[in-house]
């Protein structure tokens, strides 16, 4: 915490009309299917799939499609599991992450013009070419729990402060209409 005030009020009041957008993190066998960004905001890192909400769109929806283009796969049992909040201060952005996982897919890997695919193992995870971010709320998520983040940077490289915890599914979906995370 800054100057003995707590880190959430702090960067609530910062935040205005977030960016939503998705992320998906598919699981199979004790390995999470990520990629490497090969383009636009993030390139170069090791991250989930996902991107803006389109308008009129979900976020399960757009979660599901934004997995398809980016990996070529459907994701057949995709549940909500978090909801990160950034402060990007540096350059004004501020984002909403709706965290996706699943199990159950169909489809072949492809690599897409902003993705390349590869499983890696869930107990060696390269934390260091992943957001810096990551290595707070990723665990959670491999644990099976539920979670909310809110982040501070400066730059993309630059984390201020951060404040995660676990919470319940119902504490997720109270934070936004039914429409927008229900198919």
Known sequence: DLDGQPRRQTMATQAIS??????????????????RKKRGFGKGKINGFGGKVEPGESVYTAALREMKEESGLDVLDASLRGILSFDMRGDGNHLEVHVFSGTEYTGEI??????????MDEASLPYDAMWMDDQYWFP??????????????????????????TCTLADLEAVLPSSWVRP
């Open 18 to 35: 977030p960016k939503r957008t998705t992320l998906m993190l598919l699981r199979s066998g004790g390995k999470v299917l990520l990629g």
């Open 140 to 165: 959670l998520m491999l644990e099976g729990k539920i979670f909310r983040g809110i982040f501070a940077f400066q730059s993309h490289n630059e984390l201020l402060e951060y404040d995660v915890n």
């Open 110 to 119: 492809v690599n897409s013009d902003e993705m390349d695919p590869v499983w």
